[in-house]
Structure formats: structure tokens, C-alpha cells
């Protein structure tokens, strides 16, 4: 039954989507400018080859590619359960969603999950605009280490995405985790420049976010091919924010759909 | 004895507030039998749409039980989903940039209907509601009138046991609405046999559909009875407006001596003369002997208010007492 549901929810969020037209193709169109960015971005300071970049051992290009394109996708899976939520409130179908036969917990997220596969769609089409237009050398990658570590991280990600959800849930808006992903993702976690560059002072904070060893690790792996044996440490710390993340957003979001039904508020935005 | 298809116990709900808990239930006991078509009768705020959202799972009471089909709604919620349609009174309630046949098939999905049974269905109830010619609109370009259909149409998708109508006219036109009725009526009670739970303010579809009916006030049950029932009861006082041609000097002296009058008041002299009379009984033949023999034209005599409108105030004023 929930098969049937989870591709229906897919085949929703894609048809809702498509019918923005303008906004659809725009999303796309958007994506593959951002790549021209990194290159031009590339272009003026790749001349000065940050010490930072020698970790990872490719070009600045490569480096901000991996970055903005991880970022972004990551950014889908912070804040798209909770801006669809909203979305499904201001509509009022949250409660047509949950008198359904649908689990709650999936009625509630996955309106989200096509914007999640579309984020895929759009991290692949960038990486591949990176390589065939502007010489992105992803040559030596260690794709099937990339995966893992990706999905790793991508739960974590998820975990975050659930109380962010739950937050909406009960405050009816996200502003406040959205802002401190937004934050936490472009100033700390090091996508366009290492966490080595940061003050000294605030690499611990950043080293306590799961996308910032996310990225390191990533990175490594598509611009330098180490294997996930090689990468094992990042492995395990990403599965130790998976593993805390995940059901503190499991048990954030059943609690607060128990507020919400409690005070008879699920209907409310 | 089969189960009844719904059942409160002590059913009490209080909704947190900035001035402390506003109750919306208290202590509501009912029991629906299957195949009924039932109402919930009330003023805003008496707790209609909080009970059908108790039952269809949406909200938790805050003490008591509720059970459908014998299910409990807290602990068995799943399964009381699968075997209720819930009708919203917002018709907006419906993904507006899809077609209806979209909106169909999506919520068929999550009923768990496979991708043909979910095409059929969508199709068979399209047709149903008279809705197939505009199958591939999108439901945004819908009349109020069609996407409460399409509204409907949603519900009965599973094909429930029970459907929640919650106020599922407001805002339609007469002619649509009277033919929202009809098919709510005669396709899904007398043909389907399907148990419903009907909340509305219209007292013409209440005593017209149901086949019995809760009047609720300020959260708690007044009343359950069968609509006509409930009007007898009521009108042992009612008050009756005669409006009759001309000035009638000494009229309301006169009808204040006949037996079972309670109280005549002058509601308006001038061209017509308009009385209320409060009545202990319903209007006998001594009352239309005295307006024949003193040549008063009748034009007007009737119940001041509708029937159920009396049972309300009645009702209200007991619990006030």
C-alpha cells in the first residue's frame, strides 16, 4: 500500500512542479548558470591556488563545483520537508492527507520527495555540465565511495529535515531552522572555501555539523579517488549524526503531530 | 448485535487558549447505528466539526472514548482511517494545479488502491458526480459547486463504511445544493447503505436528510431524536406569528382568553396587524372559530421560527436554566 502512496507523492510533487512551467525549466536553467559561476569564479582565483585546496589536491574549479553542487542538494534535504509542509498547510490538504490510509509520517514528508529526487537530478546534471563544458576533473573519482558517503550523509540531513518539519508542525513556520541551516551550511561547513581557512576559533563549531565532514569526505573521495576504507573515519562520523539525528527527528515529528492533534491544530497555518 | 457504527463515551475536548481551555465537548455520549443518516445540529461553536474530527482521527480528546465500527479512534487510528470518508467544509481543500482526475487518483494512492483500481474508481466517481466533462480541468478552474463534488468524490474513493459530511453545502448554490442532497441521500444512504454523520446550519437539509439528529449547545448534547420528534417536543411552547389584515382592535385581548394561549404581543400594527402568540399546545379549532367569527382575514400564521430553530432555543434556554 504505501508503494502505491510513495509513488503517487512522487508523481504529485512532479506533476504540482511541471505546472509552474516558467518556474520548472528556470530551476534548471538556473542550476546549470551557477556552474558558469564557479568557472568564472575559478578563473579569477585560481591564479592564487589557496594553500586550503592542497588537501584535496584538484583545481578550484573541481573544488567549488563539488561544493555548490553538494550544498544545494543538501539544502534541498534541510528544508524542503518543512517548506512543503507549509505549502500543504496554506493549501489545506494536510488534513485530507492524514484521514487517509497512508502512515502519517509519510502523508506529512512525502510531498517533499520530489523535490528531493529533483535535487538529485539537478546535482547530476551539474557535475556533468562541470565536466563536459568546463574540464571539471573528476577523473580519478570514487564513485561508489561518493554514494555511500553521500547517502550517510543525506540521512543526517534527513534527520534535521524531520524536526524542521515537526517544528512547522507545531510553530507553523520554519524561519528559525531554515535561517540556521542557511547559516550553518555556506558560512561553516566549508562549501566554497575549506573549514582549514576558517578562524581557528570557529573550526570546532563547523566540525561539529555533519555537512562539513560530509564535504571533506566527499571531496576526497571525487577529487582525490580515496576509497571509503580510506575514508572510514568520516564514514563513522557520519553515520554517528545519522544515528542521533534521525530518530530525534522520527520522535520530534510524532510528538508534534500528537500536540498538533491534541490541540486541533493540524488544520491551522 | 452488530456493532454501532459510531459511538461516544463521555467524549470531552478542550482547546488550549490564551484565557485557559475553551471546552468544545463535554461529556458527549452517542450512539450511531449503522446505516443511518445522522445529524449534528447546532449554533457555532456547539462542537459539530470538533466531534467528526474526534472520530475521523484529527484530533485527540481530551478524556473520554470514541469508537467507529468498534474501533478505538486513538489506539486504532489506522483502521478507523480505513473506513471513513471525511467530507471538509473547505472546499479548497484540493491541489489546485491538478485536474480532479489527478486530485482522484493521487488520494485514491494513498488509500492504498492500486494504479488501474485507482484509475477506475476515479473515473466511475467522476462520472458519479457528474464531474467527467471537467475531468481535466484544473480543479482551480472548478465552480464551488464542482469542488465540493470533487470533494465528495474523494471521500467515497476507498469506498468507506462511514462518511463525515462536514457542513458539505455551505456555500453552494440552491439548485446545487439541493442536488448535492438528493445524491448524498438516495446514493449513499438509501442505495449504499453507507452510515452517515452529517453537520450543517441548513435547518431545511437537517430535518430533510436525517434520519435523526443531535442538537449540541456550547459543547454538550441537548438533545437526539428523530427531527420531527423533536419539533413536537419543542412546540408544547412555541410561539406562532399571526399576521392579519387591517388594524384588529381588541384582537389580542381576545386571543389572550382562549385556552392554551400562554401570551399575545403586538409584534407590529399599521396596514397588518402582527401578533406572536406563545402557545402551550399546538393551534386548535377555538383559535381559527374567534378569527372567523370576528371576519379577520388571515394572511400569514405559522411558527415564528423554523422547527429546529425553536428546538435549539429551547434547548439553550433549559440549559441555562
Redesign the interface.
Known sequence: ?SK??L???V??GF??AA??RLNFFGNYLGAALVVVFFSVLADFYGQARPAGLALFGGDTFTFLLIGGVTARFFNVGFKQYARELEHELA???V?????????APL?LLGPALWALIEGLLIAALQLALGVWLFRADLSRADWPAALALGVLALLAVTGWGLLSAAFVLVFKRADPLSWLADVTLYMFAGVYFPVAALPAGLQPLAWALPLSHALEALRLALMQGRSLMELARYAWILAGFALALLPLGVLGLEAAL?HA????S??HY | MLTPALEAVDLA?A??GPRGAVE?LRAVTLTVPRGEFFGLFGPNGAGKT?FI?VL?????P?SGHARVLGLDVVRDA?RV??Q?G?V?S?E???????TGR?NL???A???????GA?RRRSAELLDFLGLTSAADR?AQAYSTGMRQKLNVA?ALL?DPAIIFLDEPTKGLDALTAETLRHLLRRELAERRGKTVLLTTHDLGEMEQLCDRVAVLEAGRLRAVGAPADLVREASRSVIYRLEVAGSGPGLADRLAQLPGVRAVTLAADGAATVLDLTLARAPEADLWRLLADLGVRVLRFGPKEDGLVTVLKELSQAGHE
Open positions: 500500500m502505491y502512496a509513488l503517487a507523492l508523481r504529485r506533476l504540482h505546472s509552474y493549501a489545506g490538504t488534513e485530507p492527507l492524514l484521514v487517509t490510509a497512508t502512515p502523508a500528537r492533534r491534541r490541540r486541533g493540524l488544520g | 475536548h482547546y488550549p468544545a470538533t474530527r475521523a482521527t484529527l484530533v485527540i481530551t489506522a482511517r480505513a471513513i471525511l471538509f473547505n479548497n481543500a484540493l491541489y489546485g494545479r491538478l489527478q487518483e493521487f488520494f494512492a494513498l488509500q492504498g488502491l492500486a494504479p485507482a484544473p474523494r476507498h
